[in-house]
């Protein structure tokens, strides 16, 4: 295998983990460009660990650059979940507010949360 074809994995994987640290971060990416981004890395992963001839010439230098791009977009992906867990958290934690400001409806039998006894 020549030296373009190992470089086109590497341009090919580097372009794809920079489309994927932009469309996370992007409030307009669909999640399943996400995905398919993801599975199109993956796919081309599973390329190179099918290609010996590549493995054997490439540089660690390469590898290793690769695998600190990988781990820099593992750690935003990590902080823009802790990011939409916390909207997540302060949504529900204002729906909770919201329905303590309602009453419970008059005339259906409920009072204080409990269901009165209409028999009595």
């Known amino acids: 295998m020549n030296t373009a074809e190992n470089g086109n994995y590497l341009e090919r994987l580097r372009t794809c983990y920079v489309q994927l640290a932009e469309a996370v971060q992007s409030e307009t990416a669909s999640p399943e460009y996400i995905v398919a981004l993801s599975e199109t890395a993956d796919k081309i992963i599973d390329e190179i660990k099918k290609d010996s001839a590549f493995r054997a010439a490439v540089?660690?230098?390469?590898?290793?650059?690769?695998?600190?791009?990988?781990?820099?977009?593992?750690?935003?992906?990590?902080?823009?979940?802790?990011?939409?867990?916390?909207?997540?958290?302060?949504?529900?934690?204002?729906?909770?507010?919201?329905?303590?400001?309602?009453?419970?409806?008059?005339?259906?039998?409920?009072?204080?949360?409990?269901?009165?006894?209409?028999?009595?």
């Open 59 to 120: 540089r660690p230098e390469e590898v290793l650059e690769l695998k600190e791009q990988a781990e820099a977009l593992i750690r935003l992906i990590k902080t823009e979940m802790e990011k939409r867990a916390s909207h997540i958290s302060n949504l529900q934690s204002g729906r909770r507010a919201v329905k303590g400001y309602h009453s419970l409806p008059v005339g259906m039998g409920i009072s204080e949360g409990k269901f009165m006894d209409i028999k009595k």
